[in-house]
């Protein structure tokens, strides 16, 4: 995850669960990203595969159960995608703004766990290449649960479809749909028509993703053993097994952003799965007595974990959520990464992913590095492998087996890039010994940038699990 020397000391800087406010002050919070068109959802039932559960969709009669956000003007007009009419939201301030469009009624009832939703929207704007989201996002009460974004950019003023699916990571929550235009300049608009959001779980099963096996049981992979695991299946993360960083700023060797902090609203495990959350915060956050960046505090949190246990050799392995969706993650770089025991030299990136705005070209790249050191003594050795899937859409496996004189790395069990000492003769001298593993999820910084306001907070990297095995 490196990019810059990060200390003398060779160490690196890197790179929870927040209760959400009521729905619509959350999507009013995430006005900062872009436009948005949040529509009312009806009950979704078991076997209603066919129905559309957005009431009003068309907004074919009146815009009767919707408001507007301040500085933004909505109105129902004609020239809609099947001929009628659509609703149209403009921005009537002197600058670029961000808006939002709600039902004046929350009225949303029960999902159901392992429901996979279905939603897709007719966007149109009122200038050509602009990018528009479809997102569904998920809460309990006030607490979010997850979203999935879909993104399209505009090429021109015609009408275009964006689409999104969503599996529901509970029973008895709420479902969001959605529609983000990123930020409008003043008098700009954005028109959406036709919004459908279906329960398509009897019709089609929940996809799974290509390549990507199913919820392992542990047991050793051939010709490896199994020598330490953690499923993350308890009540918080397991201090034995894991040390989280607190009011750090061990990211500022790599100009981030964020305080890394060992807190609920950034690290928490829930349902198996272990979560690091990136927030962008309503007040500066003060990152203890030393922060000679941001003395006054940080307007970004986020957390970094690392193993008390230590190996030299074995196949280490994760399987992972990555929140670096197309066109709303800019500025996030979550990682997956080793780094010796006792210091020095040696650093081993299994996987790191960088976020991209509007337009960008990163989501679906999986970077995959070693480095000697961070003064240039040997150059870093890296590959970047373009992935078919969306790393965001899902769970995939990321790996790295890690043997004398050859590291191998692989997504979802296929191999991606190999390198041994016949490509690098420096391999043994630098991994040669015991590392720990590390898991962080950056905010800003030298390789990614920082975030701006199409960014989506909170962004969640989801753990499944992380593995070690051994021969």
Sequence with gaps: MSTQDRSTAGTRPAGGRRSAPHRLAAVAAAAAVASTVSLLVAAPQAGAATTNLVVNPTMERSTTGWFASSSFALARVAGGHGGGYAVRLRNTATTARTGVVNDTVNTVRSTTAGHVYAASAWVRSSSPRRSVSLRLMEYRGRTYLGQKVGTVTLPDTGWHKVSTVYTARTTGATVDVNVLGVRLPAGASVLVDDVTL??????????????????????????????????????????????????????????????????????????????????????????????????????????????????????????????????????????????????????????????????????????????????????????????????????????????????????????????????????????????????????????????????????????????????
């Design 198 to 471: 279906r329960d398509a779980t009897p019709v089609v099963p929940p996809p799974a993703d290509p390549g990507t096996p199913g919820d392992p049981t542990g047991t050793a992979r051939t010709g490896w053993t199994l020598k330490w695991a953690d499923e993350f299946d308890g009540t918080g993360v397991d201090a034995t097994r894991w040390k989280v960083d607190d009011l750090s700023t061990y990211g500022d060797g790599n100009a981030e952003l964020a305080c890394l902090m060992d807190r609920p609203e950034n690290v928490f495990t829930s349902g198996g799965v272990l979560t690091i959350r990136a927030r962008r915060e309503a007040a500066p956050v003060r990152c203890g007595d030393r922060d000679t960046r941001f003395p006054a505090g940080r307007s970004y949190t986020s957390g970094m974990l690392r193993t008390t246990a230590s190996w030299q050799y074995g196949r280490i392995e994760m399987r992972a959520q990555l929140p670096t969706a197309q066109g709303v993650s800019k500025g996030l770089w979550p990682g997956f990464w080793m780094r010796p025991a006792a210091g020095g030299t040696g650093e081993l990136d299994i996987v790191e992913t960088i976020g991209s705005g509007p337009g960008g070209t990163e989501w679906n790249k999986i970077h995959q590095t070693i480095w000697y050191d961070y003064s240039g003594t040997h150059p870093r050795q890296t590959s970047t492998a373009t992935t078919a899937v969306d790393p965001s859409a899902g769970f995939h496996t990321y790996a790295a087996e890690w043997e004398p004189g050859v590291i191998r790395w692989y997504v979802d069990d296929r191999l991606t890039y190999t390198r041994t000492t016949a490509t690098t003769p420096w391999l043994d001298e630098a991994f040669g010994k015991p590392f720990v593993i590390r898991l962080n999820m950056a905010v800003g910084g030298s390789w990614p940038g920082s975030p701006d306001a199409t960014t989506t907070f909170p962004a969640d990297y989801r753990v499944d699990y992380v593995r070690v095995y051994q021969r």
